[in-house]
C-alpha cells in the first residue's frame, strides 16, 4: 500500500513484465520483498519526474533473474548507499547474486538472480 501511494504521488508509470514460468526459490519472504521495494523505492526517489520503472522475471540456466529497471538519474558505484547495501546483503544471504548497469542521466538496471529451488 504504502509503495502504491508513492507510484500515484509521482504518476509513475509502473510495468510489470513477469515472464518466468519457474518462480520457487529459497528465500525469506519478508526480505526478498523488502529488496524488490527498496529498488523501486529509488528508482522512484532519483527519477526527475513520472518514473518510468519495469519489473521483468524471467529463467536463465535454473535460475530465476529479476529485473528492476528505471530512467532515472543513474547511480555511481560510490553511491551504493545504505539501502543498496541492505539489497545486495539479503541477496547474498539468499544464495542469490544482484549486479548494476547504470548510466549517467538514462537510468539503471539492477538484476537479481536466484538459483532455483
Known sequence: DSMHLQL?????????????????????ELHLS??????????????KENPKITISTENHQKQLV???????????????????????NMVTKMKGTISVNSEKDKGSVFEIKFPLA
Do not use: P, T
Open 34 to 47: 523488502n529488496v524488490i521495494f527498496n529498488l523501486v523505492d529509488n528508482a522512484i526517489k532519483y527519477s
Open 66 to 88: 529479476i529485473k528492476v529497471a528505471d530512467e532515472g538519474i543513474g547511480i555511481s558505484r560510490d553511491q551504493f548507499g545504505l539501502g543498496l547495501s541492505y539489497v545486495n
Open 8 to 28: 500515484q504521488k509521482r504518476e509513475a508509470d509502473l510495468s510489470l513484465k513477469l515472464n518466468a514460468k519457474h518462480i520457487n526459490i529459497l528465500g525469506d
